[in-house]
């Protein structure tokens, strides 16, 4: 494998700012209140696990708990998840989105699909899944 050039970087660099500046989701959901990146992916993440633990966000975004519990912390001032004791074990917590977090995280859901259908609408079918398994294939090595 070969190191990227300078030029290559420099071109990537100009390439994310303009991707950045067009495709920004805090600008897809209008006028309300944004939510930070990790309030969103642990909001994201509860929609999807509903009962999960603070300890499931946790080892899904590769963080400290303690990150987590200041996310859900927010979350929860804010009216968007609830938590409540297990019943086998009062240590245990177990999250729900509020009605108000359902609609906040079908919200971003939308949002997302939006951006990423703007952002394949240019390509063709074949580069539309090239672009795909590329970025797959960033995401997925391990440094």
């Not at 420099?10 to 897809?28: N, S, V």
């Amino acid at each position: 494998m070969t190191m990227p050039t300078d030029d290559q970087l420099a071109r990537l660099g100009a390439a994310f700012d303009a991707f950045t500046r067009r495709y920004k989701l805090a600008d897809a959901l209008g006028a309300e209140k944004p939510l930070n990146e990790l309030d969103k992916q642990a909001l994201l993440y509860v929609a999807q696990h509903p009962g999960c633990g603070p300890t499931d966000i946790a080892r899904f975004l590769d963080i400290p708990k303690t990150t987590v519990t200041s996310a859900t912390d927010r979350l929860a001032k804010r009216g968007l998840l609830e938590r409540s004791r297990m019943e086998g074990d009062r240590r245990a917590v177990a999250l729900q989105l509020t009605g108000q977090g359902r609609a906040r995280a079908e919200d971003l859901l939308s949002a997302h699909r939006q951006i990423n259908r703007r952002l394949l609408e240019p390509l063709t079918a074949p580069e539309r899944d090239q672009f795909i398994a590329l970025i797959t294939k960033i995401v997925s090595h391990e440094y």
